[in-house]
């Protein structure tokens, strides 16, 4: 059964519906998915969702996607005794997003800060039982110590934090976290900029 449902009432329903976070901490520490899309169908019985135009997904402190289609699939489990669709705790299975992606992963860092992955693409690939991301499509990511540009796709997992690509790719480090290398902190015979 699809059921075509606005996106005000999307962001009443799915909160109850969704877990983006990988992990049970994770999970404890959100209290709420928020979303919006100007379109959606949602087929309840096959867990299947599909938002476009305009779609935003936040997990205030942990994850922002920003797209302009997304498809996710949550398969459920019901509540004993009723024929209903309503699902009882779905995990994310698989979601897809395309159309000018970003997605913005927030993650604790030394001393209480928080780093921010930044990841840009035409397409956004995520499997739950792996918990890798897989961007394609002129796909870039930002860390704080720099940026992996690649031609094919590059792949984040999650679990171990970890970048690598498929294809040729380039990467921008800043400067600053080489700051105590002697090879690249030296003088230089390269004229100066005037």
Not at 64 to 85: F, H, N, W, Y
Not at 95 to 110: D, H, M, Y
Request: hydrophobic share 35%; proline share 6%; net charge positive.
């Amino acid at each position: 059964m699809t059921r075509r449902v606005p996106s005000a009432l999307l962001c009443l329903l799915l909160p109850l519906w969704m877990t983006l976070a990988p992990g049970q901490a994770r999970a404890q520490q959100q209290d709420r998915i928020l979303l919006s899309a100007t379109n959606c169908v949602l087929e309840l019985e096959k867990g299947v969702y599909h938002l476009w135009d305009h779609v935003r997904v936040e997990s205030p402190g942990m994850l922002r996607i920003s797209c302009d289609d997304l498809r996710a699939s949550l398969p459920q489990d019901k509540a004993p005794g009723t024929s209903g669709p309503l699902p009882t705790g779905g995990k994310l299975q698989s979601l897809v997003a395309s159309g000018g992606v970003v997605i913005e992963l927030f993650q604790p860092g030394a001393g209480g800060t928080t780093n921010v992955v930044r990841a840009f693409g035409k397409q956004a690939e995520y499997g739950s039982q792996e918990e890798i991301l897989i961007l394609t499509g002129d796909p870039r990511i930002e860390t704080a110590s720099g940026t992996m540009i690649g031609t094919e796709a590059l792949v984040y997992d999650l679990k171990s934090r970890t970048m690598r690509n498929r294809g040729s790719y380039r990467i921008e480090l800043k400067a600053d976290i080489l700051k105590g290398s002697t090879l690249f902190n030296r003088g230089t015979n390269a004229p100066k900029p005037r």
